[in-house]
């Protein structure tokens, strides 16, 4: 079964205070993704790594910035907490797409609220 | 620009009934569509997917249908149970999105005993 953990199911930080987000997966998997799920929205990729040390800006960036020094492990970052990123953070890892297959794998998500 | 729309935010029906969920594209390179569930504080787990060379994929109760000329597809839950009430999202990738998956809105769905 894969597994992928995310270190805290419930966060509270105060704004402008620097978050890390932990995600660790083990099937050693060469993608992983950070989305964020808001209501009506959907989940929005954030970030994405297809290897250790590479990383691709998904479709709202802005405000997070990402580390992958190990291939089981992907952080986010949000380096100066504002309320507007109070959310759901997913993680996610999955097979490379040349492997004809596309499902991705998620951890159970934190919940971030930024006061 | 959303490349994947769950028009429906929501849907309610009968236990024992069918459940059609809908999902639209705009992106004629798409090639492979997923539909994931997600439970309330729960990580989203997939369901089923499709390849674009088919038009029908079938697992259990879960069917998923493609139309490629109206750019539209649709989950199927036959019988519906009030264990399927959750958040249903489609998504969809192309051979170029080096894995990356495109997420609709979500769909509620709500099966009432």
């Known amino acids: 079964d894969v597994k992928v953990t995310q270190s805290s199911r419930y966060l509270v930080k105060r704004t402008g205070e620097k978050v890390f987000l932990e995600c660790v997966q083990d099937?050693?998997?060469?993608?992983m993704f950070w989305y964020r799920q808001d209501p009506g929205l959907g989940l929005r990729l954030i970030y994405f790594?297809?290897?250790?040390?590479?990383?691709e800006k998904g479709d709202i960036p802005e405000g997070y910035s990402v580390s992958r020094e190990k291939k089981e492990r992907f952080s986010l970052i949000l380096e100066s907490a504002s309320t507007n990123q109070t959310s759901m953070y997913l993680c996610?890892?999955?097979?490379?797409?040349?492997?004809?297959?596309?499902?991705?794998?998620f951890g159970p998500g934190t919940r971030l609220t930024v006061t | 620009d959303q490349q994947v729309k769950q028009n429906s935010p929501s849907l309610s029906v009968q236990e024992g009934r069918i459940s059609i969920l809908n999902c639209d594209y705009t992106n004629s390179m798409f090639d492979y569509f997923l539909w994931y569930k997600k439970y309330p504080a729960e990580g989203p787990t997939f369901l089923i997917s499709i390849s674009s060379i088919k038009d029908k994929n079938e697992d259990g109760r879960f069917t998923v249908f493609l139309n490629k000329s109206a750019k539209h597809l649709s989950l199927h839950i036959v019988p519906s149970q009030p264990g399927d009430s959750a958040v249903y999202f489609c998504a969809a990738s192309a051979r170029s999105n080096t894995g990356k998956l495109i997420f609709g809105q979500g769909t509620t769905l709500q099966v009432k005993p």
């Open positions: 099937m050693d998997h060469e993608n």
């Open positions: 996610a890892s999955s097979l490379p797409s040349g492997m004809g297959t596309y499902e991705q794998y």
């Open positions: 790594s297809y290897d250790v040390k590479m990383k």
